[in-house]
């Protein structure tokens, strides 16, 4: 796999070829990528990488520990367990943001300092209000405003 990626990327890049795939090609990449971003998790094993300084700050872009690695393995799960489930829905505004709120959940979970953490939660939030408009009704638009 790519060296220091944070495996969160894998669905958030994948999100972005989504909607240009074909119903069944879309299938299989709606399983394939958290399983390719389990892979990259299990692949760096425990460390740092992505050190990067700007203006002075140093950015973390992934960070395992054993911890976060647990919390990783259950994101997954869900992840995969939440795409196989949604398989049925021919939503692809739905898939997207799924995977974007998935990849950017388990990019949180291995941020190795606090602007890369807001960045993808703030990813999370964004995603997660497209999820809810994506059922198009009047009743999903009131509380993505909410938010």
């Known amino acids: 796999m790519i060296e220091g990626l944070n495996p969160g990327i894998i669905l958030i890049l994948g999100a972005l070829i989504i909607p240009f795939t074909s119903n069944f090609i ?13 892979a990259q998790m299990l692949n760096l094993g425990l460390g740092t990488w992505g050190e990067v300084d700007i203006m002075g700050m140093k950015i973390i872009l992934t960070h395992i520990d054993p911890l976060s690695r647990v919390f990783g393995l259950i994101f997954h799960v869900a992840a995969f367990a939440g795409l196989l489930y949604a398989l049925h829905v021919k939503d692809t505004m739905q898939h997207v943001a799924t995977l974007i709120y998935a990849g950017s959940a388990i990019g949180a979970i291995f941020a190795g300092d606090l602007i890369t953490l807001f960045v993808f939660w703030e990813i999370t939030a964004v995603s997660s209000v497209f999820l809810i ?7 999903s638009s009131t509380p993505a405003f909410a938010i």
């Open 26 to 38: 879309r299938s299989i990449l709606l399983l394939v990528l958290p399983v390719l971003s389990f």
């Open 133 to 139: 408009w994506a059922s198009r009704t009047e009743k």
